[in-house]
């Protein structure tokens, strides 16, 4: 599996991302992953998928 040298780890993606967006997106991320808002989003949205073989 090829590995993504990008974003070795999610603090290192944060990390730049807090130095590229503007302080306000940045804040506005943060706040909403902290809350939870993306997991629930994204679990609600994966329960939505349909497999068949």
Do not use: C, H
């Not at 974003?7 to 807090?18: G, L, N, P, S």
């Not at 590229?20 to 994204?42: F, H, M, Q």
Request: hydrophobic share 40%.
């Amino acid at each position: 599996m090829a590995r993504d040298t990008w974003f070795e780890t999610v603090a290192i993606a944060q990390q730049r991302a807090k130095k590229r967006l503007p302080k306000s997106a940045y804040s506005s991320l943060i706040s909403a992953s902290e809350k939870g808002v993306s997991v629930s989003d994204n679990v609600e949205s994966f329960a939505e998928l349909g497999f068949a073989p």
